[in-house]
C-alpha cells in the first residue's frame, strides 16, 4: 500500500462531518415539496433531477418569498456565505416553515486550487458532499463539451471553406476546461500543416466563465435556451459584420448535449432540507447566480427559498439584482449580509496571523466594509439584516462593536452558531428574515436599460464601488460604441473585477473610495443577455497556488475520497 492510500480522513473535517449523516432517499426530499415520484430522475439514492414535463407544470403557480444571502468583501479569515446560505434554509425549516435552497454547483478549479469545495461546512452542509464537489450528475461536463463542440464547428467551417468569411482575428470564442490552467490562457491552434487546418491565435476560460454557462443559469425553458445559444455572437467577418452561433447550423447539437443537464439537481441539507444545486458562474468574471430554472422552480414549491449571489455584494449581489433579477423578473423579499468578526479585523488592517487577538479598533475600522455593502443593498430597495457567522475567538466587545457601528444605518445583527448547531443556531435569524420579508416590496434595478452602456458601468463603479473615475482603454471605447451601435446598448453590464475589494486592487481592503476603476476590455455575450467589462487584471482562466488543494486530495483503500474541504 503506498503512502496515499494509506492516509485517513479527518475525523474533524467537513468531508467527516457530512459523512457522519445518513441523508433521506431522494424520493422523500422530493416529497417534503409535493414533488411526485414521477417529477424526478434519480441519480443514485440521494441525488434528483427535476423532469423538464413536471418543471412546465410549475410555470402558473404563486411563487414563494426568495431571501438573498450575500457576504462582505471576502478574506482568507472567511466568511461562510454558503455555510450560512444552508443554516437560514435549516432554520427555517426548524421553525415550520416550507423552504428550499438554491446553490451553485461547485467548480473543480476552486476544488482543487485555492478555495476548495462549496457545500458548506460544519453542521450547516448539502449532502452527498463528496459528489456535489466533484463530478456531481455531469452538469458542468455536459457545458463544457458543448461549447466546445462549438469551438470545433468554427475551426471545421474555416477548413472547409470559410462561407461566412469569418476573419480568423476576429474570432471571439474561445474554448474552456473546468480546472485552473494558466498555461492555456493564450494558445496557439491549428499547427502542424494543412491536414489540421488554418493556425490561429485561441485560448481558454475556466467552463464557468463560458457564455454557455450563462445561458444555462438565465434561460427559463429549452425553447428560450436554444434561441440564446443561438444569438451567441462568435467573432466578425472581414467586413467586420457579428456572426451568430446559429449560423453554424450546431445548436440543436449542442442543445442535445445540454437537455438533462439543465434539469435541476435536487439534494438534501444535513437536517434534510430540500436544495436545489445548479449551475455554477463565478461572480468575479460572470453573473455568479445559480439556475433561474431551479429558482423558479423552488419558488413554485417552497414559501421561502434562500440563495447566494457569489463572493461580495459589490459582485455577485449586485449582478444578482441587476442582471438575474431583471431578466427573470424575479423580486427578492429580504437580503442577508454575512460577515465575521475575524474578516472584520482583516478589513480593520490585521494580519492572518493576529486575528486570534481580541481587537476591538480593528474591528469598528473593518466595519466600514460591511457598511459598505449593506448601505449599497439598500440602494436597491431591500430590506437588510446582517449575519455575524461566530468564531469561538469573538469576544462580545467585538460583537458590540459591530452593532454599534451599524446602529446609524437600521439593521440588526444576529450572531450565528449554524457552523457548529445546524439550523438551530440559525433560528433568530430566521425569525428576522420572515419579518423583512412580510414587508412590501420596494425593490428596483440600479439602472434602467435605456442608460447607455458607458454610463451603467459608471454608475455601478460609482454607486457600488464608490470609484472617483473610470478610465476605458481606447479599444473598450470603441468596442462599447460598436455594440451600442449594433442595437445592444440595452444591456445590462456584467463586471469582471477582483473580488477581494471594491476597488480592482486586490490588496485594497476596507472601503476605499476616489479610486480610478480601469476597464481594459470589454466582451459582448449576447446571447446570455449582458456586456462583460473586464477591469484590471481580472482573469477569466485562472492559475492555481504555489501550493494546489489537489495535493491534499485523496483515495483510501476504502475508496473513500479524503481532503475535500
Known amino acids: 500500500m503506498d503512502q496515499t492510500s494509506a492516509r485517513r480522513i479527518d475525523p474533524n473535517s467537513d ?19 409535493g414533488i411526485p415520484a414521477n417529477g424526478i430522475f434519480r441519480y443514485g439514492p440521494y441525488k434528483a433531477k427535476l423532469a423538464h414535463d413536471y418543471v412546465r407544470t410549475l410555470e402558473e ?32 425549516a426548524r421553525i415550520g416553515k416550507k423552504a428550499a435552497i438554491c446553490l451553485r454547483e461547485p467548480s473543480l478549479g476552486p476544488v482543487f486550487g485555492a478555495k476548495g469545495g462549496a457545500t458548506g461546512g460544519g453542521r450547516a452542509q448539502i449532502v452527498p458532499m463528496q459528489d456535489i464537489n466533484l463530478h456531481f450528475t455531469g452538469d458542468l461536463h455536459a457545458i463544457s463539451a458543448a461549447h466546445n463542440l462549438l469551438s470545433a464547428l468554427i475551426d471545421n467551417h474555416l477548413y472547409w471553406g470559410n462561407a461566412l468569411d ?47 454557462m450563462a445561458i444555462f443559469c438565465l434561460a427559463k425553458n429549452l425553447e428560450e435556451f436554444e434561441a440564446r ?62 439556475s433561474v430554472i431551479a429558482t423558479r422552480s423552488a419558488l413554485a414549491l417552497a414559501d421561502y427559498v434562500v440563495t447566494e449571489a457569489g463572493f461580495g455584494a459589490d459582485l455577485g ?13 424575479l423580486t427578492p423579499a429580504a437580503a442577508v449580509v454575512v460577515a465575521t468578526v475575524r474578516a472584520l479585523k482583516m478589513h480593520g488592517g490585521v494580519a492572518v496571523k493576529q486575528l486570534g487577538t481580541p481587537d476591538v479598533a480593528a474591528v469598528r475600522s473593518g466595519v466600514a466594509n460591511l457598511a459598505r455593502h449593506v448601505e449599497n443593498l439598500q440602494k436597491f ?115 469582471a473585477k477582483t473580488q477581494y475589494s471594491f476597488s480592482a486592487d486586490p490588496a485594497l481592503r476596507g472601503a476605499p473610495s476616489g479610486h480610478v476603476l480601469p476597464v481594459r476590455e470589454v466582451r459582448l455575450s449576447a446571447g446570455a443577455g449582458f456586456v462583460v467589462a473586464l477591469t484590471g487584471d481580472v482573469m477569466t482562466m485562472p492559475g492555481l497556488p504555489s501550493v494546489p488543494a489537489a495535493e491534499g486530495i485523496f483515495v483510501d483503500a476504502a475508496g473513500v475520497i479524503g481532503g475535500l474541504s
Open 61 to 92: 403557480r404563486a411563487p414563494g418569498k426568495l431571501i438573498l444571502v450575500t457576504a462582505i468583501s471576502p478574506t482568507p479569515a472567511g466568511e461562510g456565505k454558503t455555510t450560512t446560505t444552508i443554516g437560514l434554509g435549516d432554520a427555517l
Open 166 to 212: 469569418l476573419d480568423t482575428r476576429r474570432i471571439s470564442w474561445r474554448r474552456v476546461v473546468d480546472l485552473n490552467d494558466r498555461a492555456l490562457r493564450q494558445v496557439v491552434v491549428g499547427l502542424g500543416g494543412a491536414a489540421n487546418g488554418f493556425p490561429r491565435e485561441d485560448g481558454f476560460d475556466i467552463t464557468v466563465a463560458s457564455e454557455v
Open 381 to 495: 430597495g431591500l430590506p437588510v439584516v446582517v449575519a455575524l457567522n461566530r468564531f469561538l475567538s469573538d469576544t462580545p466587545e467585538e460583537i458590540e462593536g459591530v452593532r454599534d457601528a451599524l446602529a446609524p444605518l437600521g439593521v440588526s445583527v444576529h450572531v450565528c452558531s449554524h457552523w457548529a448547531e445546524g439550523g438551530a443556531g440559525a433560528e433568530a435569524l430566521a425569525q428576522e428574515v420572515i419579518a423583512l420579508a412580510d414587508r412590501p416590496s420596494a425593490f428596483h434595478t440600479l439602472y434602467p436599460d435605456a442608460l447607455p452602456l458607458r454610463e451603467k458601468i459608471e454608475t455601478i463603479a460609482r454607486e457600488i464601488y464608490r470609484a472617483g473615475e473610470v478610465s476605458f482603454t481606447a479599444a473598450a471605447g470603441a468596442r462599447l460604441a460598436e455594440m451600442e451601435a449594433a442595437g445592444f446598448g440595452r444591456l445590462p453590464v456584467c463586471m
Open 317 to 329: 449581489a449586485e449582478k444578482f439584482l441587476d442582471i438575474k433579477c431583471r431578466q427573470a423578473g
Open 15 to 33: 468531508a467527516a462531518i457530512a459523512g457522519s449523516v445518513t441523508p433521506f432517499p431522494i424520493e422523500d426530499i422530493a416529497a417534503r415539496l
Open 229 to 290: 445559444l443561438s444569438r451567441m455572437v462568435i467573432g466578425q467577418t472581414r467586413g467586420k459584420r457579428m456572426v451568430e452561433a446559429g449560423a453554424l447550423k450546431g445548436v440543436g447539437a449542442m442543445l442535445a448535449l445540454l437537455r438533462d443537464a439543465f434539469q435541476p439537481n435536487l439534494v438534501q441539507t444535513m437536517e434534510h432540507t430540500p436544495a436545489f444545486v445548479h449551475g455554477g458562474p463565478f461572480a468575479n468574471i460572470a453573473h455568479g447566480c445559480n
